[in-house]
């Protein structure tokens, strides 16, 4: 589905990404670890089409076609779904009247009918106790005034409506109490499917008590320096990533 | 951001057409004679020929204002055709015998009268006294009104049917003297509307005048006056739009607003005129004096105002609360692009007890505009209690643009309690990237978010005004991302 090739980008004139090589298939869940600033947010920055960064070397395809020729929304089109670190707030606009406009977007981009007010807000409310999201919650305006945990929560609840094919999670567990957790986790591995792929993003190990995926990365310094299974994650957990950093340096 | 100011910039003026209708006008000028063809043209009477002249005479010693942040080529006033109206003089019966000239340049615009009457017979209705350029053509719901008492009628017919109405309500909320403009329209104002709902009496329906600016180089010089007596209630509904031009227009109206004793007057506006081109050049310029009073207690007036057009607009609808527990409201969407300028706000003026006035200013700019609020708040010494909330916000698009507010706060009673609240914030790229990255086009995003950003102000809109808004803020802002 993915594949990232010697991926380099920078920043400022700062490279940030220094050689990204990954290759992730349909049903499959890859978590992403490393250290602050090892990168971790850049890539998912990189693979959404964040402008800022300038990509210098390598290619990503995505079924197929060169990911980084589209534009940021023609992405999200095409499945790639962004649950951001920080989810921004959009003062005066719903919820509802934001994903209206994202779903009538993707499908005329894709060519199908536009869906009829009774069948999209049948979809909200299904999707709605799927993710467990407090309704009032919806029907407010996007982001503003939540609470981190509520910000993630409408985070994974976006996903869910929008149906993308590969999701990419950044730090979705950062600021969540163990029942946000709970709920988010949940939520994920509702989605979860054998026709999409997910990334998680995460620093620390717990999200992957709830969400266990099939393979484990560490990016270091801008490259991918150790791949394992779920195990690999709990090794670091206990070692810290300072016995990744000695290895490397080694 | 730049790829996106730059689109917006070559966007196109939608409504630009000229359409051909001959006009019957005056030669260019402003002296006593022009004042005087004016008034004979529309038989006047005697009185009303002295006002102006009264007006005129004003208008010579004073000298045009230059303390609003605002800069043009200060219009010739001797370079103006002051009186212009389309050929067909008779007043018509039907929609048939409106020129079919004209009827076409309705549908370019949007608006059908054809579609007007036929609203009429569903709940929500709209009378619409259709002006072009300074004739009234045609009204329509004349006769549901007068049923309830209702006079709707223009300018002119009012001072020859209504003339007593007019001589005690004209001026007394707006003296001619009272500003450059105010005095230069008083002079040679051709027509407009006159408004008069009678005691105790809901007016069943939005009342709503299209203005139009016709034969070139025709400056607009139009007059509203709306009265509500004791225990009544009306929402008036202005808009515009204007054709093309090379040369600046000038337009300079007043509307008069006088509301008794527990009367609500609702007036809402949504201008459009044309803004000049992407250079700066042509456009209308827009002064404009609006007041309204609050004549006796409980009285209330309202105005709601989604400003996208004009080269420059100069306006600052206000309320004067003289009435005891009297209330003033002002709701204001203002949009400048490319050189548009706009300086406008309101001015509160409590004189009565327990008055309360709100205050909520949305100033979006883009390009290379400049955009300024500019409010005064009077607290008077017989205002005990008085009550303001002001929130001021700015949203600015690009870095070539600016947004400047203004308020003034004079209070001399010390029981006021007046809140002011402001921002200014640039539509980020972390909200464009958002909605990009849920596969919504900057063009979009954008209207969404503005829209988002002016939605306390909208949704004070009667219905039929609000999508219209929604998407002349989306037309105004087309192209203007990347």
Redesign the interface.
């Known amino acids: 589905m993915l594949t990232i090739k010697n991926l380099h980008a920078s920043i400022d004139g700062k490279e940030i990404l220094k050689g990204i090589n990954l290759e992730i298939k349909v049903g499959e869940v890859h978590a992403i670890m490393g250290p602050n600033g090892s990168g971790k947010s850049t890539l998912a920055a990189v693979l959404a089409g964040r402008s800022e960064y300038e990509v210098t070397q390598g290619e990503v395809l995505y079924n197929g076609i060169n990911l980084l020729e589209l534009e940021a929304e023609d992405r999200a089109r095409e499945g790639i779904f962004l649950a951001f670190q920080y989810p921004i707030e959009i003062p005066g606009v719903s919820n509802i009247n934001f994903l209206k406009t994202a779903i009538s977007e993707i499908r005329a981009y894709k060519g199908l009918e536009q869906m009829a007010a009774k069948d999209f807000l049948t979809m909200m409310k299904e999707k709605q106790e799927l993710v467990e999201i407090d309704r009032t919650l919806i029907s407010r305006s996007i982001n503003e005034g939540f609470s981190g945990g509520e910000k993630k929560r409408n985070e994974i609840f976006q996903m869910a409506m929008l149906e993308p094919k590969l999701s990419i999670l950044d730090e979705t567990d950062s600021g969540l109490d163990i029942d946000a957790l709970r709920i988010v986790a949940n939520g994920v591995n509702k989605l979860k499917s054998e026709e999409n792929a997910t990334v998680i993003i995460t620093h620390y190990q717990r999200l992957l008590d709830y969400i266990v995926p099939d393979f484990v990365h560490v990016l270091y310094n801008g490259q991918i320096v150790k791949s394992g299974s779920k195990d690999l994650a709990l090794e670091l957990e206990e070692n810290g990533y300072d016995y990744i950093k000695a290895e490397v340096e080694a | 951001m730049n790829e996106v100011l730059e689109q917006k910039i070559n966007t196109d003026y939608k409504y630009g057409f000229v359409t051909d209708i001959d006009a019957d006008s005056a030669p260019k000028g402003l002296n006593e004679e022009i004042i005087r063809f004016i008034s004979a043209k529309k038989n006047e009477p005697d009185w009303m020929l002295a006002y102006r002249l009264k007006a005129f005479r004003h208008w010579l010693t004073m000298e045009e204002p230059d303390w609003a942040h605002i800069h043009y080529e200060k219009p010739d006033f001797q370079d103006i055709i002051y009186y212009s109206a389309p050929k067909s003089k008779k007043v018509l019966q039907s929609i048939d015998e409106v020129d079919p000239e004209l009827l076409k340049t309705f549908e370019k615009l949007g608006i059908s009268v054809l579609e007007q009457e036929r609203l009429s017979g569903v709940e929500s209705r709209v009378a619409m006294d259709v002006i072009v350029d300074s004739v009234s053509v045609k009204t329509t719901f004349k006769e549901t009104l007068a049923e309830k008492g209702i006079i709707f009628c223009s300018f002119g017919e009012a001072i020859q049917e209504h003339p007593a109405l007019v001589r005690k309500y004209m001026s007394s909320v707006v003296p001619s003297s009272d500003n450059f403009f105010a005095a230069l329209n008083s002079a040679v104002f051709t027509d407009g509307s006159f408004c008069y709902i009678p005691k105790g009496v809901r007016c069943p329906m939005e009342l709503s005048t299209y203005f139009r600016i016709e034969a070139a180089g025709t400056g607009q010089f139009e007059r509203t006056l709306i009265i509500a007596e004791e225990d009544s209630h009306v929402s008036y509904l202005e808009g515009c739009t204007a054709p093309m031009r090379d040369e600046n227009q000038l337009h300079a109206a007043v509307v008069e607003l006088v509301a008794h004793k527990n009367a609500q007057i609702k007036y809402s506006t949504v201008q459009n005129w044309y803004p000049g081109d992407k250079e700066g050049k042509g456009g209308v310029f827009n002064f404009v004096t609006k007041r309204g009073i609050c004549l006796e207690e409980n009285a209330k007036i309202s105005w709601t105002q989604v400003e996208t057009g004009s080269a420059i607009t100069w306006k600052y609808p206000s309320v004067i609360l003289k009435g005891d527990k009297s209330v003033g409201e002002f709701y204001s969407v203002a949009v400048t692009n490319n050189y548009q300028q706009a300086d406008t706000g309101t001015k509160m003026i409590h004189i009565g007890k327990d008055t309360k006035s709100t205050i909520i200013s949305k100033g979006v700019s883009a390009g290379f505009s400049n955009n300024s609020y500019r409010g005064l708040v009077r607290i008077s010494k017989g205002a005990d209690n008085a009550r303001n909330f002001s929130q001021c916000d700015s949203l600015l698009m690009g870095d070539q643009c600016g947004a400047h507010t203004f308020p003034y706060i004079e209070i001399k009673n010390n029981t006021a309690i007046v809140e002011h609240e402001a921002t200014t914030s640039k539509i980020?790229?972390?909200?464009l990237?958002?909605?990009?990255?849920?596969?919504?086009?900057?063009e979009?995003a954008i209207s969404?978010?503005v829209?988002?950003?002016?939605?306390?102000v909208l949704s004070q809109l009667p219905m039929e005004f609000a999508v219209e808004a929604q998407k002349l803020l989306e037309v105004s802002l087309e192209g203007s991302v990347g």
């Open positions: 980020g790229e972390d909200q990237f958002y909605c990009k990255q849920r596969g919504i086009d900057n979009k969404l978010i829209n988002g950003y002016c939605k306390d």
